[in-house]
């Protein structure tokens, strides 16, 4: 059985240290950060065998946030994991600091590709799972897509290219939080529906509530189980889960809290 | 004299180093004919994947795959490789110091027939503005496959400008090419031309026309633009009253623009600039674009006797 409380309190504790990254940097992404703790901590904790003996090697289970702007996430999950300190945590986006406003492969042990810029991070997934692939080595990688991220291109050439070299070790989780920056992603430029895209693409579609632990371990385990083919979770999340005033706001994508609102937001985060 | 496009010697070389080198990986964009990596897969077809007509993910790829330990080398036009996949070359290879060997054929004007769309004039700018990529443009077939070997060893991003026409071999077969060293192939008086790719041929021939009238030139194959042979550029610069620069790229931000970017702080020296001149090319043969684009010896000479 899975210690699904042990994971909420994880997801607790990201959830206060991203709210205290992004407060302490004046700048950052907590929306989309939120909207996907349930899935990274999911990853990292229960699914991914990513451990301190390993996070060096360039072979093994790996991670790409695709997404990248949900750097505070990734950051605070590693922390959790025990490859950052937790003081390193209140460098986020300063001067000096490991820890970029998108994630830096070569600056933090665990982060697995340098992303941010959209769509290129499923791509190098792709070239990973390839990899595996080609060598025979039986590892797994794990992609976070964003719903928004999905109207570039370059995600559908990854998606064609993921299916046609049968790439079953690989996972995207789509997290589909329903805001971009400029708001309701079907008012902007809509992509739905993407499981039907996905499908058309070859891939297998499982759909989730991204929030809710025994359904994503379910689909971890389900993914695992389907050969010759790539699987898409869609995850039905939302945006800035766990704070009252956040939640299901486009406006807070990528703006940082006063301090005010930040104690506030460690209120609800007990 | 023997004649081979560099592009064919890339093929060759890289369909022996993918049998002899098992972390080298090789992708393509449906090019593969054009760009010869189909070499590579006809000996390795278990290592060579052709992406499709999809360059920005053909980088993407090859940046994944070089995160698990593989030596890739990418291949389309330079067009491609260079423009329409240039951020992603950017971020998931630049940004990330990535072990991808971009190599690129059909660069500049001598691509020929299929005309300015496909024309690559740019790239050399574009790639030589990524932090930590090396930018490698060989002259012909035993300088480029030295460098495809080579660069195997050499960890982090290169991109490597291949040309679509055969010409002429200048090296002799024991040339041993070494990353950022310009070659001196002719050694003259006060006047120095810096040449790089399809334009090394060109001043060789200006060499030999300058030579019978009396006039005495150095000439210098930069084949490394990036990083570029500062010491060398400044001690010749330091014996010349002129400087040359010739080759097969717009006059911005190519070689011109790196040796003027060195002169201009440690030794100025007049320069010429023999380069495209600020507009796109057209269809034709690869000859006729060179004449009508001012990229033949011609323009050397005639730059040289502006100043004696």
């Keep these: ?270 | 004299m023997a004649k081979m496009a560099t592009r064919e010697a890339y093929g060759k070389a890289l369909a022996e180093l993918i049998v002899r080198d098992e972390k080298v990986i090789v992708l393509d964009a449906d090019l593969s004919k054009s760009t010869k990596t189909y070499d590579a897969k006809a000996v390795c077809p278990s290592r060579h994947f052709n992406v499709g007509i999809a360059e920005c993910d053909m980088m993407g790829i090859a940046a994944g795959l070089a995160t698990c330990g593989n030596t890739v080398y990418a291949s389309s036009f330079a067009m491609f490789a260079a423009g329409r996949a240039y951020e992603i070359v950017r971020n998931s290879i630049g940004y990330t110091h990535l072990n991808v060997k971009i190599c690129a054929t059909h660069a500049g004007i001598t691509l020929g027939e299929d005309g300015a769309s496909h024309q690559s004039i740019e790239d050399i700018s574009l790639m030589r503005g990524i932090p930590g990529m090396n930018v490698v443009q060989p002259c012909d077939d035993i300088e480029t496959a030295q460098v495809i070997n080579a660069i195997a060893n050499i960890n982090g991003p290169f991109y490597i400008r291949l040309g679509r026409g055969a010409v002429d071999t200048v090296n002799a077969p024991d040339y041993k090419w070494q990353l950022g060293k310009g070659v001196v192939l002719k050694e003259g008086k006060d006047i120095t031309i810096f040449a790089t790719g399809v334009m090394v041929q060109q001043a060789l021939l200006a060499y030999d026309a300058l030579k019978a009238e009396g006039v005495e030139v150095t000439v210098v194959n930069i084949h490394t633009i990036k990083p570029l042979d500062k010491e060398l550029i400044v001690k010749l610069a330091k014996k010349s009253k002129l400087i040359v620069s010739a080759e097969e790229h717009s006059k911005y931000g190519g070689l011109s623009s790196a040796i003027a970017e060195v002169l201009a702080a440690k030794c100025p020296t007049l320069m010429e600039v023999v380069a495209i001149n600020d507009t796109f090319g057209e269809s034709g043969t690869p000859n006729a674009l060179l004449e009508k684009y001012g990229l033949t010896s011609k323009e050397i000479i005639a730059a040289v006797k502006r100043h004696i």
């Design chain 1, 1 to 270: 059985m899975h210690n699904i409380a042990a994971l909420q309190e994880t997801a607790l504790r990201v959830r206060r240290n991203i709210i205290k990254m992004v407060t302490e940097a004046k700048s950052g992404h907590i929306g989309g950060s939120f909207s996907a703790t349930e899935i990274a901590v999911s990853l990292y904790f229960e699914e991914m065998n990513i451990t301190k003996s390993n996070v060096k090697d360039k072979v093994r289970d790996k991670f790409v946030l695709s997404k990248g702007h949900a750097s505070p996430l990734l950051f605070a999950v590693l922390c959790e994991k025990g490859f950052l300190e937790e003081k390193e945590l209140l460098t986020f986006r300063k001067i000096n600091s490991k820890l970029q406003g998108h994630p830096n492969m070569n600056y933090v042990d665990g982060v697995d590709m340098s992303t941010g810029s959209l769509g290129q991070g499923i791509s190098a997934a792709v070239g990973m799972a390839l990899s595996y692939k080609i060598h025979n080595q039986d590892f797994r990688v794990y992609s976070l897509v964003g719903d928004g991220e999905s109207q570039e291109g370059m995600v559908w050439e990854a998606a064609m290219a993921a299916a046609h070299y049968k790439l079953d070790n690989l996972l995207v989780i789509l997290d589909q939080n329903g805001l971009q920056i400029d708001g309701d992603i079907t008012k902007v430029m809509n992509p739905l529906p993407l499981d039907e895209k996905f499908k058309a693409f070859g891939w297998h579609v499982l759909y989730v509530d991204g929030h809710d632990y025994n359904q994503l371990l379910d689909a971890y385990a389900k993914a695992k189980t389907i050969k010759g083919q790539p699987t898409v979770i869609i995850a039905k999340t939302i945006k800035g889960k766990g704070v009252s005033f956040m939640e299901n706001q486009a406006g807070w994508h990528g703006v940082a809290p006063t301090p005010e609102q930040a104690e506030a937001a460690l209120k609800e985060l007990v």
